[in-house]
């Protein structure tokens, strides 16, 4: 219902434009970039009850003399997109984009956990993707014909699947989460000119928000885990943008 | 691949200073600070503290070319206050970290016409840390850590005179160490990780040599 009411506004937005003549310009962007820290820590409630973490991932980076271990880095994403903009009298920018964003580095490694008074080691692995549609409202800054610098900041939906995976000789677990959220959105970005419709962008994006908790969708395993989709992070994107009229 | 990345640079490096008049390589001092470092809270959850901050003094180095910069440096950190942990059930009482780090970022340029520039770029540090951490029982750990992470960068530089730039930026590094100490009592394992994660605020100034 909240999708389909800004969604509508959107359109409603778009639709009307043309009222605006010549104070209105149209851009269309395409960037690619990473996310750091992908899906935070990646907690969830069979690493707290069977493996002794109360933080997730972080929690799950032990050590043992005696036991062959690996660090378990968080993830690293790569993120790439699609974004169009409306600027109204110069000044004035809404934007509308579509992102995918994957894990490609890190979530990954060998630990250690109590099994009834027995240390064992245990294999780890994490997965997480995600894509999104933030939109955001903001102020777009000319600085001469050279290029603009634009901060907004809005809403975005986003839907993201979280995969872990833990094995050790004597225990598997296996979770599969599927959720979405309404992360807040705060951007910061700038464009350089080439010509009067052409430039090179580089954006910044800060989300914060997170999914309700979702139940595992795996039950091969025998348990049942629960974990809450965490969206907040930064994303730092290179891209180009292009003016449908001269800026 | 690192060849291909170190060739590239050097050969951008050679040829340039040809293409291009000024602002073309920049050697900067600068101060800062980061708050919160350790990230003690984060170790255990629901743990109160009182965070830790550092100070922070670095050399830079820019090299632009057109629109484009790539930023380096070192940054080293002094103890501004320990990390304190409220909890009496934690095993931690106080942490004194720092650490040197060496930044690399890559991204655009947005010069003002001759006034300075705005600049926003990614790119990825390498940390080596040190530090001390005094457990409730009152024995003082020394820890060495290393760790890679991932972040950005965004400043801006306002001209002092010719080839003089003063210049403020904002940068955040992702980045964890692997367990280094043990700081529980019921397993055998070494938990605690070192968490450089965090914000920058630095405040400089640039002289640009050619």
């Not at chain 1, 010549?22 to 996310?35: D, M, P, R, S």
């Not at chain 1, 290029?147 to 839907?159: L, M, R, S, T, W």
Request: proline letters at 2%.
């Amino acid at each position: 219902m909240r999708i389909r009411l800004i969604l509508t506004g959107i359109l409603a937005v778009l639709l009307t434009t043309p009222l605006f003549a010549e104070k209105v310009n149209y851009a269309l962007g395409f960037y690619a970039g990473y996310a750091p820290s992908l899906g935070g820590n990646l907690h969830s409630s069979v690493q707290k009850n069977d493996f002794q973490s109360e933080n997730g991932l972080d929690g799950m980076n032990r050590s043992q003399e005696g036991y062959s271990t690996s660090r378990i880095n968080r993830l690293m994403g790569v993120a790439g997109g699609a974004e169009f903009k409306v600027l109204f009298y110069d000044y004035y920018q809404l934007r509308i984009a579509g992102n995918y964003v994957m894990a490609v580095y890190g979530g990954s490694g060998k630990t250690v956990y109590d099994d009834s008074g027995t240390t064992r080691e245990l294999t780890c692995s994490y997965k997480f993707s995600q894509w999104d549609v933030p939109v955001t409202m903001g102020l777009s800054i000319p600085f001469w014909k050279d290029f603009k610098i634009a901060f907004g900041c809005g809403v975005a939906y986003a839907n993201a699947v979280y995969q872990n995976k833990f094995s050790s000789d004597t225990v598997e677990r296996k979770g599969s989460f599927k959720g979405w959220g309404l992360p807040l959105v705060i951007l910061l970005e700038g464009e350089y000119f080439f010509n009067d419709q052409f430039a090179v962008s580089s954006i910044l994006s800060y989300y914060k928000g997170s999914s309700q908790v979702v139940k595992d969708g795996t039950t091969s395993d025998g348990s049942t885990d629960f974990a809450r989709i965490d969206f907040t992070g930064y994303r730092f994107h290179l891209g180009v943008s292009y003016y449908f009229y001269s800026i | 691949m690192s060849r291909i990345i170190l060739t590239t640079m050097i050969l951008w490096a050679c040829f340039s200073g040809f293409l291009y008049a000024d602002d073309i390589l920049g050697i900067g001092v600068h101060l800062g600070g980061q708050h919160d470092v350790g990230k003690l809270s984060d170790q255990e959850s629901g743990m109160q503290t009182d965070p830790q901050n550092n100070l922070l003094a670095g050399i830079s180095l820019k090299a632009n070319m057109s629109f484009v910069f790539l930023r380096t440096g070192i940054d080293t950190t002094f103890l501004l206050n320990k990390g304190k942990v409220y909890e009496d059930s934690s095993q931690i009482k106080t942490s004194k970290l720092e650490y040197t780090a060496i930044p690399g970022f890559l991204g655009l340029r947005f010069p003002v016409k001759d006034m300075g520039e705005f600049y926003m770029g990614g790119g990825a540090a390498y940390f080596l840390g040190s530090g001390q951490i005094v457990m409730a029982d009152g024995t003082k750990e020394e820890i060495n850590t290393t760790a890679l992470g991932y972040g950005f960068i965004t400043g801006i530089e306002f001209t002092l005179v010719s080839s003089m730039k003063i210049y403020m930026e904002w940068e955040y590094i992702d980045a964890r160490s692997g367990a280094v100490m043990k700081t529980q009592t019921t397993y055998g394992w070494k938990n605690l990780h070192i968490d450089y994660t965090g914000h920058r605020i630095l405040f400089g100034v640039m002289y640009y040599l050619i």
